[in-house]
Each structure stands twice: as structure tokens, then as C-alpha cells.
């Protein structure tokens, strides 16, 4: 396809930058078309080559990036589900621990919660019904309502003689 040409130089009488100029040109044109179509081939196959290899690396590359990426989001997640896991342990024991029936004897222990009970009315009145309840039963007058502290159902005894009157009086004045 290409023909060999050959370049005549110009005669001495040309201005001698213009023919070094045409020198050039004529020795690049020569250059190219002195290289075969084969041989053209063979650089356009190692010029693709060589683009699929560095288009392959670059893949690699990505990918082995993506990859490490993927690694270290793993190994944060896997540290963060450990955290969570730790956490979730503490939450649950703390909610058995509040789930379990109170302790009420450990908190007559505590010093603060007395000095609360005792000031407080209501638990006061509880423990004084409480307790006359417990005094009810061992031998106390019984009263028409059924609560200790009113009317008795007998009569008072009434003294028959002044002997009787007198231990009573001395019985009333002694308390």
C-alpha cells in the first residue's frame, strides 16, 4: 500500500531553513511508512494488551480496595455487636435484679427509710392498728364494735361492801 518515495534535496540556492524543515518532514513520513503493516499489527496488539492489563490491574486494585473497606467495616461491626452484647448482658441482669420480689428486710436496715417510716402518718397508723390488733388477743376487755378502747359489754363491777369499794378506789387511784 505504501510506495517508497524518494526525497530529492533542494538546490543550494533555497533558503536552508525551509529545507531542513522539509527534511524533517519527509524523514518522519519515511519513518512511517518504512514500518510494515505487520508490523503495525503487532504494536496495535501489544498497545491493546497492554491497555487490557492495565485496565485489569486497576480492577484488581479497586477491588482489593472495596475489599479492605469491607474488611474494616466488618471488623468495626464486629466490635460494635460485642459492645451491644456487653450491654445487653448488663440491661438484662439489671432487669432481673429489678424484676425480683423487694427485699423489705433490707430496707429496715437502712437507717434513712426509718427516719422516713417514722415520720410518715400513715404508716404510723398502720402500725399502731397493727398492734392493737396483736393486743386484742391476749386478754383485753371485749367492746360491742369488736375494737379494743370503747365500751366494755359488761357493766363495771359495783363494790358490795366498803372492803370492796376500798380496793377498787385504791385499784382506780394506783392505776
Known amino acids: 500500500m505504501t510506495e517508497n518515495k524518494t526525497v530529492k534535496q533542494p538546490a543550494a540556492s533555497v533558503v536552508p531553513d525551509s529545507a531542513l524543515k522539509s527534511e524533517k518532514n519527509v524523514k518522519a513520513a519515511a519513518e512511517k511508512a518504512a514500518v510494515p503493516d505487520a508490523g503495525n499489527g503487532v504494536k496495535d496488539k501489544r498497545k491493546v494488551k497492554r491497555d487490557g492489563e492495565n485496565r485489569l490491574l486497576k480492577a484488581y486494585l479497586w477491588l482489593q480496595s472495596a ?4 474488611d474494616k467495616t466488618v471488623d468495626f461491626l464486629k466490635k460494635e455487636n460485642a459492645v451491644l452484647r456487653r450491654k445487653l448482658t448488663e440491661l438484662q441482669a439489671e432487669n432481673a435484679r429489678l424484676a425480683a420480689p423487694p427485699d423489705y ?3 429496715t436496715e437502712d437507717d434513712a427509710f426509718v427516719e422516713f ?3 410518715n402518718e400513715r404508716l404510723k397508723e398502720k402500725f399502731i392498728a397493727d398492734y392493737l390488733k396483736t393486743l386484742k388477743g391476749m386478754g383485753s376487755v371485749s367492746v360491742l364494735s369488736g ?3 370503747l365500751s366494755p359489754l359488761t357493766p363495771a363491777a359495783k363494790p358490795k361492801s366498803l372492803a370492796e369499794a376500798k380496793k377498787l378506789a385504791e385499784i382506780l387511784i394506783k392505776g
Open 105 to 107: 428486710g433490707a430496707l
Open 117 to 119: 417510716a417514722l415520720k
Open 147 to 149: 375494737s379494743v378502747g
Open 67 to 70: 475489599k479492605d473497606k469491607l
